[in-house]
C-alpha cells in the first residue's frame, strides 16, 4: 500500500523519520513487505523468526489491504498501532478528519470561495454510526461553514448516504478512483 500508485504521502515521510529517528537514538528499524495473499498471511520468515524469539518490540503496521496479515501479527500479542482508517486494530493512528474539514473550510473560504463541497472516501470507517444522521467530520464541515456565513448544501458531501462508521467487506471504489471522480 505504501508504494502503491496515488498512496498518500504519510506513509513514506512516517517512514523516513522513523529511519531517522532509529539511527539518530542508535536503534534498528526493520521494514517488512507483505505479500497480499488470498490464501492467508504471508509474513516474511525473518519478522516471524523475531517475533517469537521477542526480538521485536513493537510493529506500525500500514497496509489495510492484508487483513490476514494483521490478524495473525495481533496473536503474536506484541504491541501493534496500525495506520489505518479502518478500526482493524486496538490502537490506531489517522488522520484527524473534522479538524482537517473545519480549516479547510475557513482556508477556501478566505480565498474567496463560495460553494464548498467535503469528500470523504466511502468505505474507509467514516460516517455516521448505524442508525445515526450525523458524525464528527460532518458536524466540523458544517460548524465552519456556518462560521464563515456559507451555506450548508447536503448535495456537495460527495457520497454522503453512503458513509459509514462500518467498514464494508468489499470496497466500493478505491480512494484514488473516489477522489479522481470527485475532482471531475
Do not use: M
Not at 489491504?65 to 482508517?85: E, G, I, R
Not at 479538524?99 to 470507517?125: D, F, N, Y
Amino acid at each position: 500500500d505504501v508504494f502503491a500508485p496515488g498512496a498518500s504521502p504519510f506513509c513514506s515521510l512516517l517512514l523516513h523519520e522513523i529511519g531517522r529517528q532509529a539511527h539518530e537514538e542508535g536503534e534498528r528499524f526493520s521494514f517488512y513487505l507483505t505479500d497480499p495473499s488470498p490464501n492467508g498471511p504471508t509474513i516474511p520468515d525473518d519478522l516471524a523468526d523475531a517475533l517469537k524469539t521477542r526480538r521485536v518490540s513493537g510493529l506500525l503496521f500500514a497496509g489495510e489491504s492484508n487483513p490476514a496479515a494483521l490478524k495473525w501479527l495481533l496473536k503474536q500479542k506484541v504491541p501493534l498501532v496500525a495506520l489505518s482508517y479502518a478500526p482493524v486494530a486496538p490502537y490506531r493512528v489517522r488522520i484527524h478528519h473534522a479538524q482537517t474539514a473545519s480549516l479547510g473550510v475557513r482556508e477556501l473560504a478566505k480565498r474567496g470561495c463560495k460553494r464548498i463541497a467535503l469528500w470523504i472516501p466511502v468505505g474507509v470507517g467514516i460516517g455516521p454510526e448505524s442508525g445515526e444522521k450525523s458524525f464528527e467530520e460532518l458536524d466540523a464541515f458544517r460548524k465552519a461553514l456556518t462560521e464563515q456565513r456559507l451555506k450548508y448544501e447536503p448535495e456537495l458531501v460527495l457520497h454522503l448516504g453512503q458513509l459509514s462508521a462500518g467498514v464494508p467487506a468489499a470496497p466500493f471504489e478505491t480512494n484514488f478512483e473516489q477522489g479522481g471522480t470527485a475532482a471531475r
